[in-house]
């Protein structure tokens, strides 16, 4: 039986020597690309393929927010621009500038950092690296530099909207909102909600509180339930994970709430009424075809809005929401986007006009 | 019988050799994580070779590797410190939020020259994490608390005091969830300024050696590392405190009739052991990250730690070489996605294949050598 054993063991050591053995050899020469469509070739013969690839903050590629929706965007350009997509994934904060360099090195025309937290990595990439163009999403400079674009997103267009359902909707005539933490992108959220919910229903009364934190669903959760006992029927969140303590508290006590970032319905469908969308895949997407089209926004900030589809409610607002109101919604939405209504995203504007 | 005489003497050659074992384990991990590869539809050779090429065909690769096993190399110190002495430090992973604390408050408040400054703060960060850990120590010996339950506890204080101090007021920077970044004379980072200047890009654009490999922020902390694996080795083997410590993990019992105080071994193990974590917080503070950051979860600095001492077979020598292997595990995996197109989960699951059999020579050892107990009773039969 030991002898057996051995053998075997010796077999597999060979193989592996075989294995190291075959690595090197095929390591010399280029991997073959995936077969190219057909498409694909079309566009080979105009113009060399572009290469696009992000890196991940630590919630990874599948974390049911931006980072997943961000990857949605890249498939989108690979499927339909012919972009070649690819992404590496932080698993802690010092992974930033290590993974900005290895797709750095890949040859990459254009590299994304996800989420603001990357904002320090990529301007000192972009500094080092000033032939490299960079982007990141959720993220302005005051000096950006030519060859990055700061992304953002006109996150109170689409609270405005979610706020006015929730002021049609509401039937205490209070709702809630809670923020991750006290600072300027979530002021967006918190004062176009309030403007919303004020444009609907002039008596409603709103509950606001901050978690400080994007991370603490049971903080979330005690706060929401709170704001239900208080009277609140629907909770809007801007806190990501703490909302998901949001959201659970809506599903115990059987109240309403609204999401953020992506469409979050399905984490609580009966009790998700709508969510306020910001649509980071359209954004890249667009950048993409900029890039492709060769005029690449480099140093600036693009901002995102109601108007070109970077933000929005969530498309399975009309499982909840009457249709009536959603027409009501379409219309608003026509209205901000014609500059007719005023949208606020920080306290001053919105005690100057509510 | 010629063979099985052969066969016979490589097996007794390998059962007496230890690293041979791990030698083994590590061909085997490969290889069963080449199979897990191969099954999700990846070409396993093309995926090791992307491995090996981007860890070590350039110098700022080979550094990152470095920079990469430092921290890891330190909290593998502090578990395997411990479990000599008989406690299983799973609070690595605090002891190390704790140094990387107060590296970063030390860091930025105090201004000193950086020749006071650095080990001023790397001493602080050892400090205090070692006093985090000695609370563990305490519980175990008066109140017989569980080590692995407390540290598991101290692990989530940590954390959320870290959410806490990075929120305060004058050491938050503004609209962002970090603190402010130490002072540069507290940074280790090689050649920090020098670098960034305007000269000094000029001369590293014409030397690619250097150039390539300082794009990176290489720092001591490595030889600091090393200097703390030696330290640790002296202290356990050529010590009298070490013995004791060891007597005490050996057997409790025998070294208080020995006339050991256990408790005061338990406090004092645990307190190095968290000191041990701590400079890893500090010198990743001094050398990485320059500042900390508001964490959903814990970073897993300590838990990698607890692999790579397994995997060293909890001996500085073999935790060292482990830490560099374990970072290029990382390192090298975080290529393969962008080169091969597989997703990340499966490029995870590969490394930890490899990890977990990387992790168990003592099975193989004990399975070989249970082959040979079975096959001698076979032969008496």
């Known amino acids: 039986m030991f002898k057996k054993m051995l053998a075997l063991m010796l077999v597999l050591l060979l193989m592996a020597t075989a294995l190291v053995g075959c690595g090197g050899g095929t390591a010399e020469e280029p991997a073959p690309a995936e077969e190219p469509t057909e498409e694909q070739v079309e566009e080979q013969v105009e113009e060399p393929q572009l290469k696009m690839a992000m890196v991940t903050d630590v919630g990874g590629v599948n974390d049911e927010s931006f980072n997943e929706s961000a990857w949605n965007g890249h498939q989108k350009a690979r499927d339909e621009l012919g972009f070649e997509v690819s992404y590496v994934e932080s698993e802690q904060d010092a992974d930033y500038e290590r993974n900005l360099e290895t797709l750095l090195d890949a040859g990459n025309d254009l590299i994304w950092g996800i989420g603001f937290m990357m904002g320090d990595a990529i301007a000192e990439a972009a500094d080092f690296n000033p032939d490299q163009k960079y982007a990141i999403i959720d993220s302005a400079y005051d000096d950006t530099p030519d060859n990055v674009v700061g992304v953002l997103f006109k996150a109170e267009e689409a609270s405005f909207l979610v706020g006015y359902i929730a002021g049609k909707m509401t039937e205490t005539g209070k709702v809630g909102f809670v923020g991750g933490m006290d600072f300027p992108v979530i002021h967006g959220f918190h004062y176009g909600f309030m403007a919303g919910v004020k444009y609907a229903n002039p008596d409603a009364e709103v509950l606001v509180q901050y978690a400080d934190s994007f991370v603490d669903a049971a903080r979330g959760k005690a706060i929401a339930n709170q704001m239900y006992q208080q009277g609140a029927d629907i909770v809007f969140h801007a806190a990501g994970g703490t909302g998901d303590g949001v959201i659970e508290a809506a599903r115990e006590q059987d109240k309403y709430a609204i999401g953020v970032d992506m469409d979050q319905n399905h984490l609580a469908p009966d009790n998700v009424i709508t969510s306020a969308m910001k649509r980071v895949d359209n954004a890249i997407f667009m950048i993409a075809e900029d890039l492709k089209a060769g005029n690449f926004p480099g140093g600036q900030t693009v901002v995102f809005g109601l108007e070109d589809g970077g933000v929005g409610i969530a498309p399975t607002s009309d499982k909840h929401v009457p249709a009536e109101i959603l027409e009501e919604v379409a219309e608003v939405e026509r209205q901000i986007i014609a500059g007719e209504i005023f949208v606020p995203d920080n306290k001053d504007d919105y005690d100057a006009n509510y | 019988m010629k063979s099985k005489a052969f066969f016979e003497k490589i097996a007794t050659y390998i059962t007496k050799w230890t690293f041979g074992f791990s030698i083994i384990s590590i061909i085997l991990g490969f290889i069963i994580g080449a199979a897990t590869l191969a099954l999700a539809g990846f070409n396993p050779i093309e995926a090791y070779g992307i491995m090996a090429r981007g860890v070590l065909t350039r110098p700022s690769y080979v550094a990152w590797t470095i920079i990469g096993s430092t921290p890891i190399i330190l909290t593998a110190l502090s578990v395997a410190f411990a479990f000599k002495t008989g406690l299983f430090n799973i609070g690595a992973e605090g002891q190390f939020m704790i140094g990387a604390i107060t590296a970063a408050m030390v860091g930025y408040f105090v201004e000193l020259p950086a020749i006071i400054h650095i080990p001023l703060v790397l001493i602080s960060a050892i400090v205090a994490a070692g006093l ?250």
């Open chain 2, 132 to 381: 985090w850990g000695g609370i563990a120590g305490v519980l175990k010996a008066k109140f017989g608390v569980h080590e692995v339950i407390s540290t598991i506890m101290l692990n989530w204080i940590a954390l959320y005091l870290n959410n806490y101090i990075v929120l305060l007021e004058g050491l938050r920077r503004a609209t962002s969830q970090r603190t402010h970044e130490i002072q540069r004379s507290a940074s280790i980072v090689i050649l920090e300024q020098w670098k960034r200047s305007p000269e000094g890009r000029e001369w590293l654009r014409g030397h690619d050696f250097f150039g390539d490999a300082l794009r990176t922020p290489l720092n001591w902390g490595f030889i600091i590392a090393i200097i703390f694996a030696v330290i640790v080795w002296y202290i356990l083997n050529k010590t009298t405190l070490g013995y004791e410590l060891k007597a005490v993990g050996y057997n409790r019992h025998a070294a208080e009739y020995g006339g050991i105080n256990v408790s005061k071994s338990m406090f004092t193990s645990m307190v190095i052991a968290g000191g041990l974590a701590g400079a890893a917080g500090g010198l990743h503070v001094m050398g990485i990250s320059k500042s900390i950051a508001s964490l959903a979860a814990m970073e897993g600095y300590g838990f990698n730690g607890i692999a790579v001492a397994l995997i060293g077979g909890n001996a500085s020598i073999g935790i060292v070489f482990a830490g560099l292997l374990f970072s290029a595990l990382q390192y090298g995996g975080s290529k393969i996605q962008p080169a091969l197109g597989a997703p990340s989960e499966v490029i995870n699951i590969m490394i930890g294949t490899i990890v977990f059999f990387i992790a168990m020579p003592k099975l193989i050892k004990y399975s070989l050598q249970n082959f040979k107990k079975k096959r001698g009773a076979k032969n008496v039969r």
